[in-house]
């Protein structure tokens, strides 16, 4: 048989039938995209679980799940071919890992958003030129060198980490809501998927909509878990992760059984017209790319002048403006001490939603000081969430979430 130039390199002798054998990822079939997206979402709600739930804080859970992937991607570099249940359980890990990098550089560093959002875009898109000049391709089905398995997953990193601080900015800081972000990233889908049926080049395509997937499953992951108060379904985080953790343990499984990801029928026919087609490839990029820096620096525009317009001019600071949640904490710490921590946890999720609801307004005024008043909030609300709390670290947490909100309030 012929070798497959569009897949190797000019001194690779590697047989067609060998490279398949060798690959180290899935076909793309619709079961790649559903696990992907449970993937995504699993990731959101178990973080939220282990930080929150278990109260081990965004630092110790950091840790844990960094250590955790980074076991796991030793043994998914150590196989010698495609493994279902190592390959997912490491885009599991990496998406954890890749949202809580974000995580970090917003709530515990006090990075912004717009700046984590273009630092993992130029990161991102780095990579993906590195790759190419070296590989001289971009599609998923030529990893099977150490090399390009290194790209791959170093891509898909930066894609859950861009895709993280695009989702929470849009969502959260210029206050769309996950719900409304998360319809308007499956209308994009949509785009694309169209785009793609009439003449959009299949690699392309299949790189913005892996990036688009993280935060569609970030969105639905917040809207199952998420209390009624916060606009979801109230299941929390701990059923929503067993429901979507057995779901992708049963779609691997199918997968193992059926082989239906080892298909490779497509290698070659994607491989060869991204090489007939270079030019046109990168006139489509770079007509994407003008697309998205248009839509999403034009939104995010016309997003903050609307939020100015709303905030009053008079308001200079968050002087007078954070009454409403000084009182839900001294609420909170009433039924702290008289040990009724259920009252506490719905207490909690009132705070959570009307300081979500309000974020977009009070961080325009003062990023710095509603960045400060975020995490004493967030430890607050760990504490007082915990699986069994403790009523003094939740008197702590209390007692210095309010001292740090009277002193903004002044």
Request: glycine letters at 8%.
């Amino acid at each position: 048989m012929k070798k497959d130039l569009s897949v190797c390199n000019q001194t690779e002798t590697v047989h067609p039938s060998r490279l398949q054998m060798l690959s180290k990822v899935p076909e793309v079939t619709i079961f790649f995209w559903i696990i992907k997206v449970l993937c995504t979402t699993v990731g959101e709600t178990f973080a939220d679980f282990l930080n929150f739930n278990l109260g081990f804080g965004l630092t110790n859970t950091t840790i844990i799940m960094g250590a955790a992937f980074f076991i796991v991607l030793f043994f998914q570099f150590k196989a010698s071919k495609y493994v279902p249940g190592i390959y997912w359980v490491t885009v599991v890990l990496i998406s954890v890992f890749g949202t809580l990098v974000t995580d970090n550089l917003t709530d515990g560093m006090g990075v912004p958003l717009e700046l984590s959002t273009a630092v993992f875009s130029v990161l991102l898109g780095l990579t993906f030129l590195f790759w190419y000049l070296s590989e001289k391709t971009l599609s998923i089905h030529s990893i099977f060198t150490i090399k390009r398995e290194v790209f791959y997953w170093l891509t898909i990193l930066f894609t859950f980490a861009l895709g993280t601080a695009v989702g929470d900015l849009y969502s959260e800081q210029l206050g769309f809501g996950y719900l409304k972000t998360g319809i308007t990233v499956i209308i994009i889908i949509a785009c694309i998927y169209l785009a793609w049926k009439v003449k959009l080049d299949g690699v392309l395509a299949f790189w913005i909509a892996y990036i688009l997937t993280r935060p569609l499953g970030a969105s639905i992951g917040d809207y199952l878990s998420q209390s009624n108060v916060n606009g979801g379904l109230g299941l929390g985080t701990t059923i929503t992760s067993v429901i979507f953790l057995a779901a992708i343990l049963a779609i691997i499984v199918f997968l193992a059984v059926s082989k239906i990801d080892l298909n490779n029928k497509s290698q070659r026919t994607e491989t060869n017209q991204a090489n007939r087609n270079k030019n046109n490839v990168f006139a489509q990029t770079m007509v994407v790319l003008c697309i998205f820096l248009v839509a999403g620096i034009g939104g995010y525009i016309w997003r903050s002048q609307t939020i100015a317009s709303q905030t009053n001019s008079s308001h200079a600071t968050l002087s007078g403006q954070l009454g409403a949640f000084i009182k839900i904490e001294n609420n909170l710490l009433t039924d702290v001490n008289s040990n009724n921590f259920s009252s506490a946890k719905k207490g909690a999720d009132d705070l959570e939603h009307q300081w979500d609801t309000s974020e977009a307004k009070l961080r325009k005024i003062d990023g710095t000081t509603w960045t400060s008043i975020d995490g004493t909030i967030d430890i607050v609300l760990s504490a007082v969430r915990a699986s069994s709390p403790d009523a003094i670290k939740s008197k702590t947490a209390l007692h210095h979430s309010l001292s740090v909100l009277n002193e903004a309030n002044k």
